[in-house]
């Protein structure tokens, strides 16, 4: 069973940065990608980032491209996610998740880590 862990959120002013990481809190895994994930209040969890293990590719949603990167170690199965320029619509609670066998089927959902950002 694939077990994440997300850290590294907190309070930023518009403008700012913040860097999210995902680690497993279990046993190690095989995955095809990792991702990111938003839920926002009042609102439905959407895909933000994810990056597949095979070539290493990276592809986002297009309301953080361009600003947010997402990198990983396919080996140690962390994920992380480098958000820059944010904006206060990028403010929710963040999670990452393992696409175990490239079916876009996403597990290990953890707690998730709440990035609020005010201007």
């Known amino acids: 069973q694939v077990q994440l862990e997300e850290s590294g959120g907190g309070l930023v002013q518009t403008g700012g940065s913040l860097t999210l990481s995902c680690a497993t809190s279990g046993r190690t895994f095989t995955s095809y990608a990792m991702g990111w994930f938003r839920q926002a209040p009042g609102k439905e969890r959407e895909w933000v980032a994810a990056?597949?293990?095979?070539?290493?590719?990276?592809y986002y949603a297009d309301s953080v491209k361009g600003r947010f990167t997402v990198s990983g170690d396919n080996a140690k199965n962390t994920v992380n996610l480098q958000m820059n320029s944010l904006k206060p619509e990028d403010t929710a609670v963040y999670y990452c998740a393992a696409d175990l066998v490239g079916t876009g089927s996403w597990s290990g959902w953890g707690q998730g880590t709440q990035v609020t950002v005010f201007s």
């Open positions: 990056i597949n293990w095979s070539g290493g590719n990276t």
